[in-house]
């Protein structure tokens, strides 16, 4: 199933991520991409206010890995996020452990994952982001069937 959506500002992209978030679960991995600019890291930020975690998202220049503590109608809720787009190699991101936190159960959510096209078949979810003119963003959302 695939959705579509069109973002106008910072606060409507984290919006879109706070309903995106609505239908997350622990397990989930969640593919983020999109050239620089385009809104990862709103819609990100969006994720992280809908599961409350307290800790606030980083600038895109965090590092490989941040693990967020949130919570869900009184359920404690861990949150792994990762940016690869420093990550140059195959070896590289296996030698962080990516595959061992993928297999966590816990929800994860990798930006820049399309560099690594080796863990596609891992997202259960693809989200990707666009411009769409100077002010818009288009968000693409592909749920994949398993």
Known sequence: ???????????????????????????????LNGLLGAGKTEFMRGITQFFSCSDQLSSPTFPILNIYQGSLFGE???LHHFDLYRIKSLHELEAIGFDEYLASGYLS???WADLFPEYASRYSVTVFLEYAGEDQRRIIINHTTR
């Open 76 to 78: 404690e809720v861990t």
């Open 109 to 111: 959510v990798v930006e």
């Open 1 to 31: 199933m695939t959705e579509e959506y069109l973002s106008s500002s910072a606060e409507e992209t984290r919006e879109y991520g706070r309903e995106f978030a609505s239908g997350l679960h622990p397990g989930d991995i969640v593919s």
